[in-house]
């Protein structure tokens, strides 16, 4: 029976012999890779170069180089010689003793391959960041308690923080801090320093309250929330109790050094722009101010009316004297709003205002020409009558009843009829002020004033409508 079981020898050689296959294919593979990157180097470098026979040659001779490369390790055994009649008494077998062997029969030493030797592999390198040394661990029993591992070492870690802690706040609680404080009054500001184990300003606050040095209502201008430093500085604004008038009713404020406005905040005072306000809200108040504050609302309506055009009388020195022209108005329409004022919640009063015509007036006019006197204006007519009118002249500086000299757009009335001092529009005449009187002048004649004789003549006795106006407010 065959005996089919290897030795050592055999399977340490076929062991040997598969490493050497896996070299040479390793290496056949970096080969080709390299190939391979030439041939995309040459493609790109010379386009019309013929790589690919070139490769082809370089690959053969490659590989008739690699199979006359025979790889043994230093820590490898050499092949062992085969069995068999190699020897030299066995190569001499077939000659008898003390003759020469047949130099036919003599074969010549087979040359065998020189196995290149190389040494052991080295030994890996190894990055010391991407693994770093391990974390040094003490030998005694208590330090491998603290520190013999990472969940040791965290917790360790975890409980020094928390005793540092505490005694941080041990320390800040007990030992006391100097702050200063500066009690602002309406005469001025003091000044002193003060120490406390206060931990914040609103305790700060409550524990100066408590020794009666502030009051209840006094404001501390650091933010309550704010932690007590040594030689911080803290601002009291000392209170006194004041009336005032709120919204039409009695009612009593703490006042501190500071603006209207920051002590109707500090008491809880509402109030908008609307508001009236005394004094007002900029103003520095003192230990005696009496604030007062009006509640403003406004009731606002809107409504539609028909406006009705208007005649208006206007004296127009474009037109000459005594000539008159009218112009024919129209009604219009409007929105107009109502705005009534509530002070404290009682009526004062309301307004009228316009908000948008829908279809907009126009007045009728009558227009008067006073080109002679050059008045202008507009007027009311308060009276129109029939005059029986006449003309007189006189010298240079002559005066009328008034004292008052007499020219071109004076007249002289009956002040039974017509006052004196009457501003009156006299048709083909024009302008004319009632300064004077005269003997024939009764009821409603009206002597007016000429340049001259001829013109008085010109005119002689005319009756002619007149009006007597005053002027529009």
Not at 217 to 227: I, Q
């Amino acid at each position: 029976m065959e005996n089919n079981i290897k030795t050592e020898a055999e399977i340490k050689k076929e062991t040997i012999q598969l490493e050497r296959e896996q070299v040479r294919e390793k290496i056949k593979e970096l080969i080709e890779a390299e190939y391979a990157r030439l041939e995309e180097e040459a493609a790109r470098i010379a386009p019309e170069f013929d790589f690919e026979v070139e490769a082809e040659k370089l690959r053969a001779e490659e590989e008739e180089e690699l199979a006359k490369v025979s790889f043994a390790w230093a820590d490898t055994e050499p092949d062992e010689p085969e069995s068999g009649p190699a020897s030299g008494s066995e190569a001499d077998a077939g000659s008898e003793p003390g003759q020469a062997p047949d130099p036919e029969t003599v074969k010549e030493p087979e040359k065998r391959k020189v196995k290149k030797e190389y040494g052991p592999l080295p030994k890996a390198k190894v990055s010391h960041s991407k693994y770093p040394k391990p974390y040094y661990v003490p030998e005694s029993a208590a330090g491998k308690m603290l520190w013999g591992d990472r969940h040791r070492r965290t917790l360790t870690a975890a409980v020094i923080m928390l005793v540092l802690f505490a005694g941080y706040q041990a320390w800040d609680y007990l030992v006391p801090k100097t702050v200063n404080i500066d009690y602002v009054t309406y005469g001025g500001t003091q000044h002193i320093e003060y120490a406390t184990t206060a931990r914040t300003a609103a305790e700060l606050k409550s524990e100066l309250t408590e020794k009666g040095d502030t009051g209840e209502h006094d404001l501390m201008d650091t933010v309550p929330e704010m932690p007590v430093k040594s030689n911080m500085t803290v601002g009291i604004r000392q209170a006194t109790e004041t009336e005032a008038k709120i919204a039409g009713k009695e009612q009593k404020l703490w006042l501190v050094p500071g603006t209207v406005e920051d002590n109707l905040e500090l008491n809880g005072i509402s109030f908008d722009d609307d508001d009236e306000i005394k004094p007002s809200l900029d103003k520095k108040v003192a230990d005696d101010t009496s604030i007062v504050v009006n509640e403003i609302h406004y009731d606002v309506k809107e409504k539609k009316e028909t406006v009705e055009a208007v005649s208006r009388v206007i004296l127009d020195p474009s037109l000459a004297s005594g000539v008159q022209e009218t112009s024919e108005g129209n009604d219009g329409e409007g929105i107009f709003t109502y705005t009534t004022k509530y002070v404290n919640g009682r009526k004062k009063g309301t307004e009228r205002d316009l908000k948008e015509w829908i279809t907009e007036p126009h007045d009728s006019e009558l227009r008067l020409g006073t080109s002679g006197t050059g008045n202008s204006g507009e007027y009311i007519v308060e009276r129109t009558f029939t005059a029986n009118t006449t003309a007189y002249t006189a010298k240079a500086g002559a005066r009328g009843a008034l004292g008052m000299g007499v020219h071109f757009g004076t007249c002289a009335v009956d002040p039974g009829f017509v006052s004196l001092r009457s501003e009156l529009w006299v048709e083909d005449y024009g302008y004319a002020y009632a300064c004077d009187t005269g003997g024939a002048v009764k009821g409603n004649v009206v002597d007016l004033y000429m340049n001259s004789r001829g013109a008085c003549t010109s005119w002689g006795r005319r009756n002619k409508t007149a009006y007597v106006i005053i002027p529009a407010e």
